[in-house]
């Protein structure tokens, strides 16, 4: 059976694909972040330092950041689907080895083994939604991947502490489980295109990583305190590996590293956009907690003040999603970048004494941008790219994604040594972001960069594979 692009999966099947990308994507961001509110409860039970034990949470990013591009690229040789259903198997298995965990090395490795199955699923989530939606309906499809992705992260503090008030830590990874044999379950109706018959660029993929593990890692490890020498050093092995890494995937065909796809001048904006969005939205929420416990909130009004961001957003990102579809990108992320400039400047200036209802819509607002803005980005990128080219898109989304979150609570770490990350110098940085964020939005109306119409993205594809 061959299925147009533009035509989707056919239903009740592209309803059972949704269920199966909904809760691999709730789960492995879900998994990102609910280990936060365990980390002092893990200090205590295994006798580590404070210090050491936030190692369990960088090890999932940066472990996640190298294997996303990587990973894309294997995707397309030995399906997306195939990809997808391994990195379910991968992260459920690790997760249930959390179990076993009696020392802090142990659970890293878990939990470098947990990133490496939530990057075969994230590596593929947007490629495997351009090819479960029909095209007039692709922003809508990424816009409700918005809302889950909001939807976790939003969720996943309470959940952490819910599960700790009632069980011991390991749970706090366990409740991730259900929706991953759900996922697994579900995968069997996941579209399925036929793989390219290309040999995988294994040097590049090997390069890909050690750049981003090292810039990254050696970022962090500068700002917590480490020799600066040492992390310096670190910063520029990767810097020297990533120059040769790039200049090495200029001569490719199908490059781990999309630099095909970074070469169409819109791609490459969005991608910039996309970078310094992200960057801006951890800026604000990394400092904002600081700086509202410093003005003596207390941390149950600190988390009521900022609930408003992502609960706009979860209303927000699937209507722009909906509106990239017949309105140019361009347009609705300068309209959300104008919004979050506004925002910003109005956090910047909060009375002195500021009340939770004056906190809160400004977050309201900052949230209406971000998702204003993201949805339809995330669209222009996956639907600009050609359909064999379509997980090193998603690929390139969600690496932007999290290089920039990472880069953004950096930066915060950064302020706050410096003594200015409690006032308000994070929110007018985080302003700069969003003014590039802005700009390369409104740069791609130009004629030249004009975005695809439905029309030119309804190329046929390979041939679906039915669940057997």
């Known amino acids: 059976m061959t299925i147009a692009m533009s035509d989707g999966l056919p239903l009740p099947r592209r309803l059972l694909a949704i269920g199966a990308l909904g809760c691999g994507s709730a789960l492995v961001i879900i998994d990102g972040t609910i280990a936060n509110v365990a980390l002092p409860t893990i200090a205590r039970d295994l006798g580590v330092a404070s210090s050491a034990v936030v190692s369990i949470v960088t ?17 397309e040789r030995i399906g997306l689907k195939r990809t997808y259903q391994a990195g379910q198997i991968v992260f459920t298995l690790a997760t249930l080895l959390c179990f076993f965990a009696e020392s802090l ?16 699923v994230l590596s593929v989530s947007s490629a495997l939604i351009r090819q479960t939606y029909p095209a ?45 044999l759900i996922s697994l379950v579900l995968g069997r109706w996941l579209p399925d295109p036929a793989p390219r018959l290309t040999r995988l660029d294994l040097p590049g993929a090997i390069m890909c990583a050690a750049m981003f593990g090292l810039i990254i890692g050696g970022a962090e490890s500068f700002v917590h305190g480490d020799s600066p020498v040492v992390s310096a050093a670190v910063v520029a092995a990767g810097a020297v590996i990533g120059w040769f890494f790039v200049r090495r995937e ?3 065909a199908a490059p781990i590293l999309p630099v095909d796809l970074l070469a169409r001048p819109i791609i490459a904006l969005s991608a910039i956009g996309n970078l310094t969005a992200f960057m801006a939205s951890m800026t604000v929420l990394v400092s904002t907690p600081f700086r509202l416990a410093a003005l003596g909130f ?103 994604r999290l290089t920039g979150q990472t880069i953004g ?28 964020a802005g700009l390369c939005s409104v740069a791609r109306l130009r004629p030249s960069m004009r975005s695809p119409d439905i029309a030119e993205i309804r190329e046929e594809v390979p041939t679906l594979r039915q669940p057997r």
């Open 298 to 400: 207390t941390p149950a009004q600190i988390g009521t003040c900022i609930a408003p961001w992502p609960l706009t957003n979860m209303f927000v990102a699937p209507l722009s999603g909906v509106l990239s579809d017949r309105v140019p990108a361009g347009i609705l992320g300068g309209i959300g970048m104008a919004v979050t400039l506004t925002a910003l400047a109005l956090l910047a200036t909060l009375p002195a004494d500021p009340g939770l209802l004056d906190v809160a819509w400004r977050m309201a607002l900052c949230g209406s941008g971000f998702g204003l803005y993201l949805s339809p980005n995330a669209r222009l990128v996956v639907g600009s790219a050609p359909p064999h080219r379509a997980a090193a898109a998603g690929g390139l989304i969600s690496t932007l």
């Open 250 to 252: 200029l001569g490719i």
């Open 59 to 75: 090890v999932y990013q940066v472990t996640l950041v190298m294997l996303l591009l990587p990973f894309s690229g294997i995707a």
């Open 105 to 120: 090395p142990f659970l890293l490795i878990v939990r470098a083994m947990q990133a490496i199955g939530a990057a075969g």
């Open 136 to 180: 007039r309906q692709l922003g809508r499809g990424l816009g409700i991947n918005a809302v889950v992705v909001t939807s976790a992260a939003a969720a996943a503090p309470t959940i952490g502490g819910l599960v700790l008030a009632v069980a011991p830590w390991p749970w706090v990874f366990a409740c991730t489980i259900p929706p991953a």
């Open 409 to 436: 609570a950096t930066l915060v770490a950064a302020l706050l040594a410096g003594g200015v990350g409690t006032g308000a110098v994070p929110p007018l940085v985080a302003a700069g972001l969003a003014l590039v």
